[in-house]
DNA sequence: CGACTTATTGATCGCTTGATCAACAACGTG
DNA sequence: CACGTTGTTGATCAAGCGATCAATAAGTCG
């Protein structure tokens, strides 16, 4: 009666086991946000042992903290991509907007938003939060700077304006999240951030509707 | 020896009692957060048994909606007199964004930022911060609408424009909670919030300073 | 083919959470 | 001063969390 019956394993090399691992936990924080990040919950994804996971990982915090850098680098880098391809600083900021604000992205809000709380536990993930953002307020700033030396922004402190461009998309983001979608997003955005950088009316709107 | 030692207590009418549970909610929250009001922190905060909080309140989760409810409306209340204290649109903008950046309202940055995330478990949350958001648009739309009015701002959709205002609030208030405090903020703030309302150059930031 | 290495399992510990409830005692009443 | 109502206590339950570790078996190597 007591075939206890253990579950059929694979054995695997650590380097590919760890990397099911994350990517699992990477999936998962995608799905249902970083707070789903558990143990078990990774473990059921992984199709492994609780234990399993915890070998593989220092810690839960530190996983949760991996899950974070990965998702929202590969946001940053696939954004930047996108902006490479404009040739105009108004161009490339249009580009960059209208993929932020694409509403397939929406899971990636959750994630930063969550991610803002829980650093306050978690001092791995809020390094990780400092320097994603750090690295999205460096490619704003240059976008900006570009713009204010062509003369297609009149703005006097690009970092300055940066940083309240990222808390505009931050903040915008965050009320998706909770339930709204302002309808004529795009559009009404595209004529605020002209007059946030001081472009002619018209440079951005254009852009941003294609 | 088992003198197990039954601590004193003192009776109190329900509604007293009540209040005073909700007050100590209220003031955890303000202090650490939503996230900190627990059925146990709750009652220690109090000075009462655990399960005295769990007889005043239906759930944990309906108490800490209330503790947002009761941080974020008086907080707007405090806001909507100081704004109506000053007489022309520019003035009470400038007035909402100074007392909003306040430095002493970190804190309720954080009931902010927790809120949104913890409403997708907790749908009496969802439902305060809904209706709290509601009101703080309604307060910024009548603000832009006025300042359209007068021809202060120059506005074509006071609604979406008040839109945006929040959305900045909201996310540069989470970009302190993070661990930025971008020094120039008042300031260079006005200029851009000038800019979004397509105010006079100067309107908004001569006031931000007083 | 047997032995050894080691990837993997799953039970387990200790802790925290919200919620429940029998027992207790403080206060108004007769 | 005793009685009874009821505000209050604190132990307790069940669930979920991260972490640990002895036991197990898969794959490799002689």
Do not use: C
């Amino acid at each position: 009666m007591s075939r206890s019956s253990r579950a059929t394993s694979v054995r695997k090399s650590p380097a590919e086991r760890s990397a099911e691992i994350v990517d699992a936990a990477v999936a998962l924080a995608r799905r249902e946000g970083l707070s789903a990040v558990k143990l078990r919950s990774v473990a059921a994804a992984a199709a492994v042992a609780p234990g399993l996971v915890a070998h593989y990982v220092p810690s839960m915090d530190a996983l949760v903290a991996t899950a974070f850098e990965r998702i929202t680098r590969a946001e940053l880098e696939e954004v930047r991509e996108i902006v490479l391809a404009a040739s105009t600083p108004a161009g490339k900021l249009a580009e960059l907007l209208a993929t932020v604000f694409d509403d397939e992205r929406e899971d990636v809000s959750l994630v930063w938003v969550e991610a803002w709380t829980m650093g306050r536990g978690n001092e791995t993930l809020a390094a990780s939060v400092r320097d994603v953002m750090d690295a999205w307020h460096a490619t704003l700033s240059d976008i900006v700077a570009a713009g204010a030396e062509s003369g297609d922004f009149r703005v006097t402190a690009p970092n300055e304006a940066a940083w309240h461009l990222l808390g505009l998309i931050d903040g915008l983001s965050a009320q998706t999240l909770v339930h709204w979608r302002p309808a004529s997003r795009p559009a009404v955005l595209g004529e605020l951030v002209e007059r946030v950088l001081g472009a002619r009316p018209g440079t951005l709107v254009a852009l941003a509707v294609e």
